[in-house]
């Protein structure tokens, strides 16, 4: 499957595509775990867990289960500033 | 006169109400509005200056902090006088406001947005917009909305990138079902650990105030049901569809758990200042200091000391620098551990 980062994410990951090795059905908080030991930088693990999943522009929570008709599913930081 | 202002406010607003969805029906619902907004710093003066400017009948503008040279690149309410007066951000906004528009009332508070003040400063809103620059101001405005049933607009901005959200409470998905838990500290991206550029800024206002807009003069249907993310500098412009992120274990729109609302009994609330080596201190009940004397007793002590209007600022031999507000609430800049804060505001105010 792959993940598009974004925003500072993939900036710490070094690229904004990454492609994971997932049995379907998978949700989007395992896909989160699989990235956090893909990139050990201790920083993404907080910032994963803050992350918007979305799938075809839609909204998916950390439970959201999804089957092998997914191919692409975005992960997106929160924005704080103002 | 009165007949001239008249004639001044159809003139004013010609070209709004011109627009069919706004039209004299919706001008005379913005002239009965209450808005909120919180936060004066970037996102706050570009809110205000739409608000003000199409003609909201009531704006009130909340902020505790002061103008500075490092705001005015983004920040467009505010000019090198302000920042050379350290003036309160919601005092020098309020006063370019006036002068923008007359005709409305703007009501600028000069505090901390806080569990013990924040259902009294929001609880009479039709609608707040955020202007903060913090997860846990946001938090505490989702629990006063979701509480007394007041719309808000979510908004954020660092770097080239923001995000927007309209939240309807009981309607639409509540910020806690997005977000659960706040993120901890040093964790998330800041305009002073990233930097921010002024387009991105307006970008993201001009979202949240046309949102305002549609809400105000009654264009509910028209509300935009997706959260708004995008990226100036990597041209994207990005919606995220909300539909199925309502959670019936959200804390605060499921369960009806406020708890950024619960003002601990603390007597002395603290608390990190986002991305600044900066600490915020206030007393739980405010207080009514005579800054003057204050200052008279540290100058006498062989300490440096700034005093105006609105605050006395102190520097002090270890580097750090105290700033002291009437209520009694505090900045001490140069340290990013809150004993440390804490030792200082004690030291110079008394337990």
Partial sequence: MNVLLFAEIAEIAGTRVVSVDVEEPVTIGQ???????RFPDPRLKEKLRLCLGAVRETYCSDDTVLDRSVEEVALIPPVSGG | MEQA???????????????AGIGREGQTRLRQAKVVIVGAGALGTAL??????AGVGFVRLIDRDVVELGNLHRQMLFDETDAARLLPKAIAAARK?????????????????????????????????????NFHTRFLINDVSVKHGIPWIYGGVVGARGATMTILPGETPCFRCLYPHAPAHGTMETCDTTGVIGPAVHVTASLQAGEALKLLAGAREKLN???????????????????????????????GHFSFLDAAAEPLIIRHMCGKAAI?????????????????????????????????????ESGLVLTLFPDGRAIVQGTEDPARAKSVYVRYLGA
């Fill in chain 2, 280 to 316: 915020s201190l206030f007393p739980a009940e405010e207080l009514a200091l005579n800054l003057e004397q204050w200052a008279d007793r540290l100058a006498g002590a062989g300490v440096r000391v700034q005093v105006t209007k609105y605050l006395a600022r102190a520097y002090l």
């Fill in chain 1, 31 to 37: 896909i989160k775990t699989k990235l956090a030991e």
């Fill in chain 2, 5 to 19: 202002a008249w004639e001044n406010r159809d003139a004013r607003y010609a070209r709004q109400m011109q627009f």
């Fill in chain 2, 48 to 53: 205000s200056n739409h608000l003000v400017r």
């Fill in chain 2, 97 to 133: 406001l006036r002068t923008i528009n007359s005709q409305v009332t703007v009501e600028p508070v000069f505090k901390d947005l806080n569990a013990a003040n924040a259902e009294a400063l929001l609880g009479d809103a039709d609608l707040i917009l955020d202007g903060t620059d």
């Fill in chain 2, 225 to 255: 049901a997706a959260m708004m993310i995008f990226d100036l500098w990597e041209n994207r412009m990005d919606r995220l569809e909300l539909a199925s992120a309502k959670r019936d274990d959200c804390p605060a729109c499921g369960a």
